[in-house]
């Protein structure tokens, strides 16, 4: 299969060196460049001061690092993707929720009583899922502090521009709900909307794959967790498909 990345440029090498593992041919074209942001007055205290931290990508496991030496902090991650990266930049103790938000909220009510101190929530400038609201009902004190922004590209990357004008894509692959809205607008922006109709759009959940209705794929298909392996899993069994179609 010939895949479309649209994650930011290191996620982006990531799936695209595991892609290649499997037989693909990737094509790169990041829809976001990211920024770390220095850390707010207040961030070292709250974090010394914190049970355990909240991280919900890979990009909020860097952000951390880079923000504070610390290792020793408990990490809860909303995935394996992030919990690996956490572990690779040092943090001694990392559990993974190894799912989507839902899980990580049920994680904490699992592992960590409330009562035995706040939570930080390191993320992104944009968020999807509110934990401090999600949570405070249990009695959690979760605040969250935004240490890296993932900033639109303008227009459709080059990359991707090229792929769709020479038909040379078989699938396209979307990690959140913003990333599929920001290619959407992107193709429609360069009127080649019309080069989708033998792409599949494989997303990571349907709330993913939910901006993307407009478009005239000629498949969606939301991945059954919401994890890389899982969409993974399902470029591989594309692949069977048109073999043994």
Same mark, same amino acid.
């Given at each position: =299969?010939?895949?479309?990345?649209?994650?930011?440029?290191?996620?982006?090498?990531?799936?695209?060196?595991?892609?290649?593992?499997?037989?693909?041919?990737?094509?790169?074209?990041?829809?976001?460049?990211?920024?770390?942001?220095?850390? @707010?007055?207040?961030? *070292?205290?709250?974090? *010394?001061?914190?049970?355990?931290?909240?991280?919900? $990508?890979?990009?909020?496991?860097?952000?951390?690092?880079?923000?504070? @030496?610390?290792?020793?902090? @408990? %990490?809860?991650?909303?995935?394996?993707?992030?919990?690996?990266?956490?572990?690779?930049?040092?943090?001694?103790?990392?559990? $993974?929720?190894?799912?989507? !938000?839902?899980?990580?909220?049920?994680?904490?009510?699992?592992?960590?009583?409330?009562?035995?101190? @706040?939570?930080?929530?390191?993320?992104?400038?944009?968020?999807?899922?509110?934990? *401090?609201?999600?949570?405070a009902p249990d009695g959690y004190d979760v605040r969250r502090f935004a240490l890296y922004e993932a900033r639109?590209?303008?227009?459709?990357?080059?990359?991707?521009?090229?792929?769709?004008?020479?038909?040379?894509?078989?699938?396209?692959?979307?990690?959140?709900?913003?990333? !599929?809205?920001?290619?959407?607008?992107?193709?429609?922006?360069?009127?080649?909307?019309? =080069?989708?109709?033998?792409?599949? !759009?494989?997303?990571?959940?349907?709330?993913?794959?939910?901006?993307?209705?407009?478009?005239?794929?000629?498949?969606? %298909?939301?991945?059954?967790?919401?994890?890389r392996q899982a969409v993974l899993d399902v470029i591989d069994r594309l692949t069977e498909a048109g073999v043994q179609g």
């Open positions: =299969m010939r895949v479309l990345i649209t994650r930011p440029e290191r996620e982006a090498t990531t799936l695209a060196t595991a892609l290649g593992e499997r037989g693909h041919a990737p094509v790169v074209a990041p829809l976001f460049r990211l920024d770390i942001l220095h850390p @707010p007055a207040g961030f *070292a205290d709250a974090l *010394a001061a914190s049970q355990a931290v909240l991280l919900t $990508s890979a990009n909020g496991a860097r952000a951390l690092a880079d923000a504070n @030496p610390q290792r020793a902090k @408990p %990490v809860f991650a909303v995935g394996d993707t992030t919990a690996t990266e956490a572990e690779g930049l040092g943090f001694t103790t990392v559990t $993974s929720a190894a799912g989507d !938000a839902a899980a990580l909220v049920g994680l904490v009510r699992q592992r960590l009583d409330a009562k035995a101190g @706040p939570l930080i929530h390191v993320s992104g400038s944009d968020v999807a899922v509110d934990f *401090a609201e999600s949570l639109e590209e303008a227009v459709l990357p080059e990359s991707a521009r090229a792929a769709l004008q020479a038909r040379a894509l078989d699938v396209a692959t979307f990690f959140s709900p913003r990333a !599929a809205a920001t290619f959407a607008r992107l193709v429609d922006d360069a009127k080649l909307g019309d =080069m989708l109709q033998d792409v599949t !759009a494989v997303a990571i959940s349907p709330a993913a794959l939910a901006p993307l209705a407009d478009l005239p794929f000629e498949a969606r %298909v939301a991945a059954v967790r919401p994890t």
